[in-house]
């Protein structure tokens, strides 16, 4: 059972840089999300996608954009990376019915030089 | 807005000891309510959650009451094992026809069990 895939797990960037985060899901959820952590600050939503089609701001959302791709995919894009983007971040997946688990991804530890 | 607040760590505790940790919370509406843990190097996953006023969540030991009335919905655990080493996240989401299904974070509280 696969879950919430993201790529890459790991990666280093220099200031400036673009990069694409990739995540899919295999669950057949409706709504995705974008997430970063980091130390003293939780979760923070970055941008989410309610359903196929559609994507909107979260509470962070200056510098990265996203795509929702297909009804699996929702990538996360970085176009010019800054120091302050050095995080951890979650891809997950819901379904949308009162209570539904949020089921999250590994995560992807990035750090920007 | 909606917001979540818990009780600050580290908490570090003896094995069997009694566990709780506080979480507050700020919604406009009937949220459901949940509680996520985050073993070392891992994503998230659900422990237990309660979706109305006066529902009791429950799971590996773990249980925690949907109290209105105060807006809380603390976590206890009455003998915590080494393996409970983790963090734990209180969240809320408001799930409705209109909502957006956005689950809504604590900052989390790290649990250290030593044995």
């Known amino acids: 059972n696969a879950g919430v895939t993201q790529t890459p797990k790991f990666q280093v960037l220099k200031t400036g840089q673009s990069m694409t985060l990739q995540c899919a899901q295999d669950?057949?959820?409706?709504?995705m999300y974008w997430y970063r952590q980091d130390p003293g600050m939780g979760l923070r939503l970055i941008y989410y996608?309610?359903?196929?089609?559609?994507?909107d701001k979260g509470e962070v959302p200056n510098g990265y954009n996203v795509s929702r791709l297909n009804k699996r995919e929702f990538s996360l894009r970085l176009e010019s990376a800054a120091p302050s983007q050095t995080s951890v971040y979650f891809c997950?997946?819901?379904?949308?019915?009162?209570?539904?688990?949020?089921?999250f991804g590994e995560g992807s530890r990035l750090t920007v030089l | 807005g909606n917001s979540v607040t818990q009780m600050e760590g580290p908490v570090t505790l003896s094995e069997e000891a009694f566990l709780t940790i506080n979480c507050t919370y700020t919604?406009?509406?009937?949220?459901?309510l949940f509680w996520y843990v985050q073993y070392p190097g891992e994503g998230l996953q659900l422990l237990l959650k309660?979706?109305?006023?006066?529902d009791k969540g429950s799971n590996k030991g773990f249980e925690a009451t949907y109290r209105k009335e105060t807006t809380s919905f603390h976590l206890e655990k009455g003998s915590v094992q080494v393996s409970d080493s983790a963090v734990y996240f209180c969240?809320?989401?408001?799930?409705?026809?209109?909502?957006?299904?956005?689950?809504?974070f604590g900052k989390g509280t790290l649990l250290t069990v030593n044995p």
């Open positions: 997950a997946s819901r379904t949308r019915v009162v209570g539904g688990e949020l089921f």
């Open positions: 669950m057949n959820h409706n709504s």
């Open positions: 996608s309610a359903s196929e089609g559609t994507t």
């Open positions: 919604a406009t509406g009937y949220p459901s």
């Open positions: 309660a979706t109305k006023a006066d």
């Open positions: 969240a809320l989401s408001e799930d409705s026809g209109g909502s957006n299904y956005k689950l809504t």
